[in-house]
């Protein structure tokens, strides 16, 4: 019985640590760790209406985005956290890239943990 209790107590302690979330913050310098797609909004309002249609289940089929206004992000590139909004569900980012067609873009909250968090470099010396 002792060795039962104590096996679903490191189970669930396990379960809490592994439910970890990543909080992120203005400044922050993420690169996309996937070949999936992955998007960035050209309007605020299209990532606040995505968000809004996820939270409340409404149909997809209510929510068209024109595909001229996304930026697809390829594997590698890097964004940057400007500013958030709505809690930081929505975030403002910037590409970085050498020319990027547009100053900033959109991203939600849920789309973030496709990407992996830049760690600053830090000059030894």
């Known amino acids: 019985m002792k060795y039962l209790l104590i096996s679903i107590l490191s189970a669930l302690s396990l379960a809490v640590f592994a439910n970890e979330t990543i909080a992120y913050e203005i400044g922050n310098e993420l690169k996309l760790k996937r070949d999936n797609s992955q998007v960035l909004?050209?309007?605020?309002?299209?990532?606040?209406?995505?968000?809004?249609?996820?939270?409340?289940?409404?149909?997809?089929?209510?929510?068209?985005?024109?595909?001229?206004?996304?930026?697809?992000?390829?594997?590698?590139?890097?964004?940057?956290?400007?500013?958030?909004?709505?809690?930081?569900?929505i975030f403002k980012v910037e590409l970085l890239e050498e020319q990027p067609k547009r100053d900033y873009y959109f991203v939600e909250l849920e789309s973030l943990k496709n990407y992996l968090l830049i760690q600053p470099e830090t000059s030894s010396g």
């Open 41 to 89: 909004y050209h309007y605020k309002h299209d990532a606040i209406e995505l968000s809004l249609n996820r939270d409340f289940l409404d149909s997809p089929y209510r929510l068209f985005i024109d595909a001229r206004d996304l930026y697809r992000v390829k594997k590698g590139e890097k964004i940057k956290l400007l500013e958030s909004f709505r809690d930081g569900r």
